[in-house]
């Protein structure tokens, strides 16, 4: 074998393994992705159906029908409310916590 093919032999299983590396980095990536839409689909479910009982059992508590659905929708808007206000500090502090776990010193 001269040279020239060796260097050629050299570069193609370079490249082949830059694909393999590739394929490799996204089979990883397309897991994480489905898996992090399944742990979220799954929590608003659980969510969603956890409020609807609590809301039942308050009606169930107070003698009403309507009541429970009004405090558990309360809790939830209040919840949001208190993430809208803080959603800078939330964000930096996230941001943050992003940039020292990944930058390299």
């Known amino acids: ?6 260097i050629k ?7 082949k393994q830059g694909k393999f590396e ?5 089979a990883k990536e397309r897991a994480n992705v489905i898996l992090v839409v399944s742990m ?3 929590g608003i479910l659980v969510t969603f ?8 059992l308050i009606n169930d508590y ?6 429970g659905f009004g405090i558990v929708f309360m809790f939830w808007l209040l919840s949001l409310l208190g993430l809208l206000f803080a959603k800078k500090s939330i964000k930096e502090y996230l941001f ?5 776990s990944n930058v390299p010193a």
């Open 1 to 6: 074998m001269s040279l020239e093919e060796n």
């Open 9 to 15: 032999n050299y570069a193609n299983l370079k490249i």
């Open 62 to 67: 107070l003698k009403s029908e309507h009541l």
């Open 22 to 26: 590739l394929v490799e980095l996204i």
């Open 49 to 56: 159906f956890g409020s609807f009982y609590a809301s039942v």
């Open 40 to 42: 979220l689909v799954i």
């Open 96 to 100: 943050e916590q992003f940039i020292e």
